[in-house]
């Protein structure tokens, strides 16, 4: 019983194919009028599309029931023994296109892919060759058209059917697939734009529009800022749509009103399938290349946040290993030289020359183990706040180094979290120690002031300026940069004049509200 469920489900969906096919393909013969050639054939691109996104394995059954659906429109259109002919060279040409592009692009098309568009383009030119020229010898020896111009009509037709509707399909599907994805802006927009291509294509083959070259000239040009807004602001599936609707446009407007006359039919109808052609390939490969641009964009920003979560990991892992270190030294290291101090103290009563020898060394000894450790991690910042650690350190760098520091903090930066004060103490830190390897400044000055919405902290000093120490693109201060950005806070660097170097950091804070 399931199996007669799925021969029956089967025979029902290839008649519905059939159907579908013959639908499409009796619309177009009906747009042939008297000269029995067509601006472009959509149904082999439309059918080329289904095969590429339905499963490997259907398509013998979805190609055989094209073919029937097809021939059945020759037939129904009175093409004779044509008909036959014309059916098989369309299923030949679907089947080219679709093994060439299997070939250069796999099982997927994506529009958003330079290299797929260009491989549907090549594949849809070569493609509709074989079938054409077989198609165009038959007429030619039945006596309806001429040999060149029915084929080249005939293959450009193909051609053009296959490089705009089948993208506008793979566009259709991929749409529908992301509907949910989309914000209702954008789906606004993208009708938008559709309607306006499909008018714009209206007005530029209109009746006044073939006839005089001079409106010619400006009404075809309506087309493009539509499509270049829809290359550039949209997608490549809602530009192949445009793209498509376009050409559907087009081409209904334009066929009524080509001269029934043969080669003055063939000759403006040369003309629309090159305008066609170059308008809808510039604006698929300007699609796909935008495309292509904002999906490089997006993976430099993914990179980019990547790597700044990864910094931000590794400076608080940093700053950890730090906090560790700085324990242990002082704790342990500062215990046993303060044991050993009074153990050497004890044993050499009896020579007080070498007793004051050993003992100042110790101490200094003591005293380098506690400044380390008070730079790996100040205990003044964990226990007193920002403005504490920011005094002992500039106290600590004037012994070090002799340059004069100032110091003017009040009471700014008491309420400062933990993460932004360490950012700000070790921009302090960085500094001041480039002023004293690089600016040979005699004095330096650090200034903190707080109102309700931010907390500014600059160090100035005098020294050689800010051009001399590097343009700011040394590894402290980018350090200094990322670590504010990190915690929200703007950083600027800056030349003094007459001399010295300005640095400036910004860190707002919640706007306090009145009791």
Known sequence: MSNTL??????????????????????????????????????????????MIAPRERTARILTAVTAGNLAAYIYSDFGILSGWYALGDAAEISIATWGLRRFVGDRVALSDTRHVLAIVVTAVFAAIPPGLVCAVLAARVGHHGFLSFFRTWWLADALGMILAAPAVVGLVDLFRRRRSFATRVWIESGLMTVLTFAAAAAAMSQSSIGTMDLAADARYLVFPFLIWSALRLSPQVTAVAVMTGALSAACIATPFVHPVMASAVAHMFAIQLFLGIVGVTALLLAATAQGMRDALTRVVDSEGALRRLSVDLDRAREDERARISAEIHDELGQELTALKMEVARRTTDDPRWRLAVLPQIDRTIASVRRLATDLRPPSLDHLGLPAAIESHTQQFTRRTGIRTRVSIGQAGHGVKEEPALALYRVVQEALTNVARHARARSVSVDMTEDEFALVLEIADDGAGFDEVGKGQGLGILGMRERLARVGASFAIERRHPAGTLVRCRLPLARKVAA
């Open 6 to 51: 799925r021969s029956l489900a089967l025979l029902a969906r290839g008649i519905g194919i059939a159907a579908g096919a013959f639908a499409i393909a009796h619309i177009g013969n009906l747009s042939l009028g008297e000269h029995g050639l067509a601006v472009w054939w959509p149904l082999n691109g439309i059918i080329v599309a289904t095969l």
